[in-house]
């Protein structure tokens, strides 16, 4: 025997894991002044986060030899105003979204239960399910229609053993919603927990934010992020916006303390400052529409109607995905290859906003490669 | 059948979670100004962090909208030089030591599988443990023998289906360490993980650091932390060192953005201000010292002896540890009542140590509450 033998089976076919690119590696790896590479790779608001969070992390670092407060009344205030919803129903991840995803496995994934995930979709969902033992039931957003939620592949796998579904609206990385009643048909039909991951609902019609679903269903989670519009992912900080018995589970075995003081102290003032999260929203929706309509043009490519902070593009020029994503990354620009996404042929990326100026850089580096 | 009946039963069992006290729940809670209160109940380090890192996080402001780089390789070199660990023996978690242990859980525990955990100790252990479906074996350190590490309730308890021994050494919240022979007679009779944990190992004696134990067994993980020493609980930085099979390991199902951009600056800005570092150190074991003789002195109280930056005291005036710190908190000192630790009679209660000027107001409240 050996401490190989004492690993989990399901552990052993996990791969390792490959990072994504920052601007820090390909800076490294390719030799280039990380001043001047685009990064348009990940979803992140180009525009930064609010200027004024830089005071509130002074006041702050005379306490960060102190655990953070586990639930912070100021912080959770903060997000009961901005989504209209009762502090008791809102429950903060320190890992972003992902760790409201994971606790929500967590609570619900004895070995054996059912998940279903509709694919493409962020590809977080099937990871952590996996790691806790769940069978996925893949449904589909249907490639050949625009990529329109096969409402059916989703209601046919619903068993007694279903314990979640995820729905990804507007999803990542096709960037189109799903249609209200359909995901009022999938709520009604099972008393499994629907997961509405509304990560990019800030770039998409008012309209459309199923947030208080939260209130009107037991068995509804809408995750939400501080990762996108505002402009904080790498201060990790995202929420569940859910049934208060659904938050009592959660709490009960919630990594009390993930979220650092540092983050607690980004995420209020994003949410006090108004101005720069408007400015953002509404230049990022300019930015889509630059980027969309310049990339149009291109006859080698297709491009995707979208409600998010990015758009997906299938590459018709005789190379794959991973192939045009390099010719790229040579010169600089960061997009996302979606190869690794299930249920995409490997023909697709992903580009986010960027500010004005990258979008120009961008769209003239993309002239001089696409066809 | 509600969503109540999709809830895993283990998660029913555990409470709803109730966070330790801060300063700020403090000072709303008993009207006192947060400037007054004594903080002295979660092994904190009282002088804070460098004062370096507030630089450092004045640059990092302007990249809190990009994701945080999974492996940071000047974060990985830095502790590779601080532990003279090669890196890729390293992993390092973003809920401090916490999300490591998680981690380790994760990768060994199939529902069944045993977890031997000497009491009282730390205890994330038995909560992780459990969580991930484990049976926990209780062994002990003998409280009748100055709370000793009794070893055969560790061998005794050892079976085929023994994934994991939790080692903590220093021994929060009893202070005393663990003999070296004792953990390689534990170590060498099993092929279970042996988890050493170091969290408050640079407060002992440096002859006693096991951390390159990581190196010459395969079934060994350490585990270090950036919330004691270092100043940054509130950043939520840990490590473990152990064999690369098993960094590989719970590489694969790491959460792998978890540990934000301004962690990773605070913690190899904490690592360089190497100046700051024996300060908060050696005033740290002075501080000890002073608490210690402080605290001797008074005949209803009985202090146990510590490596570490805090000490268990039992309280022996007629009261349980519950009512006497209650009486504390009233006057603005939080110590830690260890009332919560499995294995430990309601009678203890265990303070950190403080700055010169907190021990001075401690030790005279003290002598007004205790006879």
Request: glycine content about 6%; proline content about 4%.
């Amino acid at each position: 025997m050996s401490i190989d033998d004492k690993v989990r089976a399901i552990v052993k076919e996990f791969k390792a894991y490959v990072p994504g690119k920052s601007k820090e590696e390909i800076a490294r790896n390719y030799g280039i002044d990380p001043e001047k590479i685009i990064k348009l790779g990940s979803n992140e608001n180009p525009w930064g986060c609010s200027p004024k969070i830089a005071e509130k992390l002074m006041d702050e670092v005379s306490k960060l030899h102190q655990y953070p407060q586990p639930i912070n009344p100021e912080l959770m205030d903060e997000i009961s105003k901005f989504t209209k919803m009762p502090v008791e129903n809102i429950i903060v991840g320190g890992d972003g979204a992902d760790e409201v995803i994971d606790n929500i496995m967590r609570i619900l994934i004895d070995e054996g239960d059912e998940v279903i995930i509709p694919i493409p979709t962020f590809t977080q969902y099937a990871i952590s399910a996996k790691i806790h033992g769940a069978n996925i039931k893949w449904a589909k957003f249907d490639e050949e229609n625009e990529f329109k939620l096969d409402i059916e592949s989703v209601l046919n796998n619903i068993t007694e053993k279903t314990k979640a579904i995820f729905l990804c609206t507007p999803n990542n990385p096709t960037g189109n919603v799903i249609p209200t009643e359909d995901i009022k048909k999938i709520v009604e039909s099972t008393d499994a927990l629907v997961m509405i991951d509304h990560a990019y609902i800030e770039y998409s019609n008012e309209d459309y934010d199923l947030t208080d679903w939260a209130l009107k269903y037991d068995n509804v989670l809408v995750l939400r992020t501080f990762s996108k519009v505002f402009g904080l992912a790498g201060q990790r900080v995202g929420y569940g916006v859910t049934s208060k018995k659904i938050v009592d589970y959660m709490m009960r075995i919630k990594p009390i303390f993930s979220l650092t003081r540092a983050s607690q102290a980004s995420a209020i003032t994003a949410l006090q400052d108004k101005e720069f999260f408007e400015k953002c929203l509404n230049e990022g929706i300019e930015s889509r529409e630059e980027i969309y309509n310049g990339l149009k043009k291109f006859k080698q490519l297709e491009v995707y109607p979208t409600e998010a902070n990015y758009m997906l593009v299938k590459v018709k020029n005789g190379m794959n995905s991973s192939e045009f994503c390099e010719v790229l990354l040579k010169k600089g620009v960061i997009v996302r290859d979606c190869y690794s996404f299930e249920g995409l042929e490997p023909y697709y990326f992903r580009v986010s906003i960027g500010t004005f100026d990258e979008n120009e850089r961008f769209l003239k580096i993309m002239s001089e490669v696409v066809e």
